[in-house]
């Protein structure tokens, strides 16, 4: 008899997903992607083993599942060696897009430019397509990257301080129309009470975050995690040296930077020269 499965592990995956549906409270495709918020048909390439959702999708089809304990465990282990075989750059990062949304407090510096979390959906696939994704695969990776926003109208989000360089405004990414729209965007966010954001002028020079963007999260009773940004490769590590390190940095560079008021003026600056 030909077994249900073989060895690969997105087959593998699916094929959990699938009994997990099967096991539920909502044994139908069509009523899990209607509990779970999903598409059905990216549901059914899930449990085909064509694709390996997002963190946030497998964890809102695990929960509509009524899936826990042991066997949750499972699946989120079987998950990682999937995302390992379909994508070995976001398999590497996978442990800071899981400590994200579960995080008090967010710091960013960002010398080149606008944070994931703040980041408009054309601006996002602008820069997608940059980095050489092809237009299928940018508008995937950008629908992902506007769920983890989500985060952001939570009333009990984290605490967000963003550092930008001035730079970061000037710099076109896509059309003037998609730098304005950012630069609203920005200065929408800054509304928010939780969201602090800071911009390094560049009349100041040299700062102590040029060699590269930082990312820390803190959450309550576990390793804060860093997160840093380089030309080839991103590196994330629960590390206290290097954690330590980056977040003196951080605090430098913030130091430097305008107040939450004065940063609000040079984006409004910004937005009225892509404007203009």
Same mark, same amino acid.
């Given at each position: 008899?030909?077994?249900?499965? /073989? /060895?690969?592990?997105? $087959?593998?995956?699916?094929?959990?997903?699938?009994?997990? &549906?099967?096991?539920?409270?909502?044994?139908?495709?069509?009523?899990?992607?209607?509990?779970?918020?999903?598409?059905?048909?990216?549901?059914? &390439? #899930?449990?085909?083993?064509? !694709?390996?959702? *997002?963190?946030?999708?497998?964890?809102?089809?695990?929960?509509?599942?009524?899936?826990?304990?042991?066997? &949750?465990?499972?699946?989120? =282990? #079987?998950?990682?060696?999937?995302?390992?075989?379909?994508?070995?750059?976001?398999? !590497?990062?996978?442990?800071?897009?899981?400590?994200?949304?579960?995080?008090?407090?967010?710091? =960013?510096?960002?010398?080149?430019?606008?944070?994931?979390?703040?980041?408009?959906?054309?601006?996002?696939?602008?820069?997608? !397509?940059?980095? +050489?994704?092809? *237009?299928?695969?940018?508008?995937?990776?950008?629908?992902?990257?506007?769920?983890?926003?989500?985060?952001?109208?939570?009333?009990? +989000?984290?605490?967000?301080?963003?550092?930008?360089?001035?730079?970061?405004?000037?710099?076109?990414?896509?059309?003037?129309?998609?730098?304005?729209?950012?630069?609203?965007?920005?200065?929408?966010?800054?509304?928010?009470?939780?969201?602090?954001?800071?911009?390094?002028?560049?009349?100041?020079?040299?700062?102590? +975050?040029?060699?590269? $963007?930082?990312?820390?999260?803190?959450? $309550?009773?576990?390793?804060?995690?860093?997160?840093?940004? $380089? #030309?080839?490769?991103?590196?994330?590590?629960?590390?206290?040296?290097?954690?330590?390190?980056?977040?003196?940095? =951080?605090?430098?560079?913030?130091?430097?930077?305008?107040?939450?008021?004065?940063?609000?003026?040079?984006? +409004?600056?910004?937005?009225?020269?892509?404007?203009?």
């Amino acid at each position: 008899m030909a077994a249900p499965y /073989d /060895d690969n592990p997105k $087959s593998l995956l699916g094929t959990l997903l699938r009994m997990a &549906r099967q096991q539920g409270p909502h044994r139908t495709q069509e009523a899990l992607a209607q509990a779970a918020g999903v598409e059905r048909s990216g549901l059914t &390439r #899930m449990e085909s083993g064509d !694709r390996v959702p *997002h963190m946030e999708t497998l964890n809102e089809v695990l929960a509509a599942c009524e899936v826990t304990g042991l066997a &949750r465990t499972a699946v989120e =282990f #079987m998950w990682r060696i999937a995302r390992r075989a379909d994508d070995p750059v976001k398999a !590497r990062l996978a442990p800071w897009y899981e400590v994200e949304p579960r995080a008090h407090t967010l710091r =960013f510096w960002q010398p080149i430019i606008i944070p994931g979390l703040l980041q408009t959906e054309k601006y996002a696939y602008e820069v997608y !397509r940059a980095t +050489g994704r092809g *237009h299928e695969k940018a508008l995937e990776d950008t629908r992902a990257r506007m769920a983890r926003q989500d985060i952001l109208a939570r009333q009990d +989000g984290p605490t967000v301080v963003i550092v930008l360089d001035e730079l970061v405004l000037r710099r076109p990414i896509g059309t003037d129309e998609v730098m304005a729209e950012q630069c609203a965007k920005l200065l929408q966010v800054a509304e928010n009470p939780s969201v602090l954001i800071h911009v390094l002028p560049s009349s100041l020079g040299a700062s102590p +975050g040029l060699g590269g $963007s930082v990312s820390l999260a803190a959450v $309550s009773g576990e390793p804060d995690v860093l997160l840093t940004g $380089s #030309m080839l490769e991103d590196v994330v590590t629960t590390d206290a040296n290097q954690v330590r390190a980056a977040s003196n940095i =951080f605090e430098r560079v913030r130091g430097r930077a305008a107040s939450t008021d004065g940063s609000k003026i040079i984006i +409004g600056e910004a937005q009225g020269r892509w404007t203009a």
